[in-house]
């Protein structure tokens, strides 16, 4: 139970169950529309880096996506340097729409709080997490009525086909708290930024996604300093869109930590001898 002492906040508290009451006697019905494939995605192996935004190095990465007709299947990997692991496979169809077919998180190890392995089924709906609290195993299983513009594991890959001039209001995502809830991300264009590639100047689209709890929980978590922050998401456009950058919480009241492409390090040739 959350005890509130401040006259002003009980106040706002109040006024926001109040809101929330009169929304739910007034339901609004809301289409969630599946993001339009602009790009067919293919064969992919990318390096990555998981990193402070003070630039501490925080992990290792490998994006590694594979196409078959219309079927992909993208999983993302980090490894972290006190040896935990967080691997999101995610596998969607790509006809006409991109549409999340399944998806299975597993994110171990002391960098997180609550370890879990979720899963989600995303024609029959149902939703399972295994999680661990206190030391003891815990199973969350939900059947939800899953939106086609469900997000998980493909928000990189979404805001790769939407047009900068006009995306989609909000995506559909599961969070998982750990119990498996429903949430809005709300999209916006924060505007164009520019980065260079070896000297080479360019600009990327800067993506601001917001999670919408929604319900009195989402009304109330500002006010007690629950709400998620926001994630930001850089994409170079052009003809062929492509991902630079992100800044976002792994995890549930995690930090906000910035994924980044990397290159391949050689090592340096050993120096040739002379002959006298």
Same mark, same amino acid.
């Given at each position: 139970m959350i005890s509130i002492r401040n006259t002003q906040v009980r106040r706002s508290v109040l006024t926001a169950l109040l809101f929330a009451?009169? $929304?739910?006697? *007034? %339901?609004?019905s809301i289409l969630a529309e599946p993001v339009t494939v602009r790009y067919a995605e293919g064969l992919v192996h990318g390096?990555?880096?998981?990193?402070?935004?003070? &630039?501490?190095? =925080?992990?290792? &990465? /490998?994006?590694?996506? =594979?196409?078959r007709g219309d079927r992909v299947t993208a999983r993302l990997?980090?490894?972290?340097?006190? !040896?935990? +692991?967080?691997?999101?496979?995610? =596998?969607?169809s790509q006809r006409g729409h991109f549409r999340l077919l399944s998806s299975h998180l597993v994110q171990k190890g002391p960098t997180f709080p609550t370890p879990l392995d979720a899963s989600i089924d995303g024609t029959s709906g149902q939703v399972t997490v295994r999680y661990v609290d206190d030391g003891k195993q815990k199973v969350e299983a #939900? *059947? +939800? #009525?899953?939106? %086609? /513009?469900?997000?998980? &594991?493909?928000?990189?890959t979404l805001l790769k086909a939407v047009r900068p001039s006009a995306p989609p209001a909000s995506l559909s995502m599961v969070a998982y708290t750990p119990k498996p809830r429903l949430v809005k991300l709300a999209l916006s264009v924060a505007g164009e930024?520019?980065? $260079?590639?070896? !000297?080479?100047?360019? @600009?990327?689209? *800067?993506? =601001?996604v917001k999670i919408e709890i929604g319900g009195l929980s989402g009304l109330i978590a500002p006010l007690v !300093? @629950?709400? %998620? %922050?926001d994630s930001h998401v850089w994409v170079l456009g052009g003809e062929a869109p492509a991902f630079v950058k992100s800044e976002a919480p792994m995890f549930l009241g995690g930090p +906000?930590?910035?994924? #980044?492409l990397v290159s391949p390090v050689w090592p340096k040739p050993a120096p040739v001898k002379q002959k006298k």
């Open positions: 009451c009169a $929304a739910l006697s *007034h %339901p609004a390096f990555l880096s998981l990193r402070a935004l003070d &630039g501490t190095l =925080v992990a290792n &990465g /490998d994006l590694i996506q =594979v196409a990997t980090f490894r972290f340097k006190d !040896g935990s +692991l967080s691997d999101e496979t995610a =596998v969607f #939900e *059947h +939800l #009525e899953l939106p %086609p /513009d469900l997000a998980n &594991g493909m928000i990189l930024e520019r980065f $260079a590639t070896a !000297g080479s100047a360019r @600009k990327a689209t *800067h993506y =601001v !300093g @629950k709400q %998620p %922050p +906000l930590w910035r994924i #980044e």
